[in-house]
């Protein structure tokens, strides 16, 4: 990197280029939050390398103007959708034989007007739905399908496809998406020493899974994978019952993050947002440190411990008894409450098929 133009002698910068260095990088850490006030080599190298991190997709592009419109201006709701991806870094955390990727987790995240709270909202990757026709990365057309796996929507035609699929499932204009995969969450877990997670059971570790005995545990970022991704060995080996578990892991993550003061300590917040943007892929509007870092301060009001966590409601498949469909009316209240930016009926979240 070119060393931008400097009034210090250069024997002087060379002599106190080692020694200065994590000094100036940690006078970049006190501009993180912010992250448009980095300045000098250091400052920007730091930036660049950071915002390079992050990959996107364009949705207005990618979905045209045949979307939901907005309801409420001031709410926002975020997918978030992680990828089982075994490419690159993430093959060495999951040898299991499968190809391309799926959309492991999801969750829409509706945040109301006021941003005072939240609500995420999983959907089971095991939900028999119908696919809209979509755009796939290389823009061909992917026709529309009626009957297939809800996870199976991102290996065929990528993330916009899963963006655009939940909104017509919901009726729900989604403002943003995020997406982390293995590699990126286990960083991100790492980063932060660990998370501290409580079973009412033990977790038997079939399967290849993790095995822990009930009561509490500091798992790192390898062990909190396994974690959020065991099916078997624990509760009834579900998809419905690896989502409970997810809920609790990210509440357990968020409130970690709070603990730490993580969002003002410099060090731990780069170290955060290195780890966090290594394996991320955002909508176009968030794919900058700056749009990113503005979203985070908007959201600082959200308390992990007021936030609420549902489950989409569903039902066993009639045909296929390893599927679940979307459960009618409970599925239909909870998605008008949201889009209305309204209170949840409790009907809303009672899930015929509960895991």
């Not at 592009?61 to 992680?82: C, E, S, T, W």
């Not at 989502?243 to 731990?268: C, H, T, V, W, Y």
């Not at 409970?330 to 015929?352: C, F, H, M, V, Y």
Request: with cysteine; aromatic share 4%.
């Amino acid at each position: 990197m070119t060393d931008l133009p400097s009034a210090t002698p250069p024997s002087s910068r060379r002599r106190g280029r080692r020694r200065g260095g994590r000094r100036a990088l940690r006078i970049v850490l006190l501009t993180v939050a912010l992250l448009v006030l980095a300045a000098g080599g250091a400052g920007w190298w730091a930036y660049s390398h950071l915002n390079g991190n992050i990959d996107s997709v364009d949705l207005d592009q990618a979905l045209g103007d045949n979307r939901p419109k907005k309801v409420v201006a001031g709410a926002q709701n975020v997918l978030v959708l992680g990828s089982d991806s075994r490419a690159g870094a993430n093959g060495d955390l999951d040898h299991g034989d499968v190809s391309g990727a799926r959309s492991d987790t999801a969750m829409l995240v509706h945040i109301p007007e006021g941003r005072s709270k939240a609500t995420a909202v999983s959907i089971p990757r095991d939900t028999l739905i119908s696919r809209p026709e979509c755009k796939d990365a290389d823009g061909k057309t992917v026709k529309p399908a009626n009957r297939v796996m809800f996870n199976s929507v991102y290996s065929l035609a990528g993330p916009a496809c899963v963006v655009k699929t939940v909104e017509e499932m919901s009726g729900i204009r989604v403002d943003h998406f995020v997406e982390v995969d293995f590699a990126g969450f286990k960083g991100l877990v790492d980063a932060l020493g660990g998370v501290t997670v409580t079973l009412d059971k033990p977790m038997s570790g079939a399967k290849g899974g993790l095995k822990l005995d009930a009561g509490t545990h500091r798992l790192n970022g390898t062990d909190s994978l396994k974690f959020v991704r065991t099916r078997y060995g624990y509760g009834d080996g579900s998809d419905l019952g690896r989502i409970g578990l997810q809920q609790q892991f990210m509440m357990a993550m968020l409130s970690e993050i709070k603990k730490q003061d993580a969002l003002g300590n410099p060090a731990r917040l780069y170290k955060l947002a290195d780890a966090g943007t290594k394996s991320l892929t955002t909508d176009s509007d968030l794919a900058s440190l700056t749009s990113l870092a503005d979203f985070a301060q908007s959201m600082k009001g959200v308390d992990p411990d007021t936030m609420e966590t549902i489950m989409l409601p569903v039902a066993y498949d009639k045909v296929d008894p390893n599927r679940v469909i979307v459960a009618e009316p409970q599925a239909g209240k909870l998605w008008e409450a949201l889009r209305t930016d309204q209170k949840i009926p409790a009907e809303a979240k009672n899930s015929p098929a509960k895991g």
